[in-house]
């Protein structure tokens, strides 16, 4: 398994409710065939500039463990979520 590290941003209108089941939804994707070591939620900040119109986002961060193949997986729920307005995954032994 390889070390991998994940942000992402959710809206920031997100009722807190939502944004934990999103949260959970995810930790739960990273489980599945790995395990996740950290979870860092950076909480309201600045966008450096407007994403869809949006001056704020909620930043989530996450490092885990996983095969090679989780990424992907990860990137695909990341994409097809609406609330996610942006999102990076690095492998941190690619150094």
């Not at 489980?31 to 994403?51: H, P, R, T």
């Not at 119109?53 to 989530?60: H, T």
């Amino acid at each position: 398994m390889r070390k991998y590290e994940t942000m992402f941003i959710l809206r920031p209108d997100l009722e807190e409710e939502k944004r934990n089941e999103l949260l959970e939804k995810f930790k739960s994707i990273i489980a599945s065939d790995g395990e996740v070591e950290e979870v860092n939620e950076l909480g309201l900040k600045k966008l450096a500039y407007e994403i869809k119109k949006l001056k704020e986002g909620y930043y989530v961060l996450i490092i885990f463990k996983a095969n090679t193949d989780l990424p992907k997986e990860l990137e695909r729920n990341f994409r097809i979520s609406d609330d996610v307005i942006r999102y990076l995954v690095v492998n941190l032994e690619e150094k």
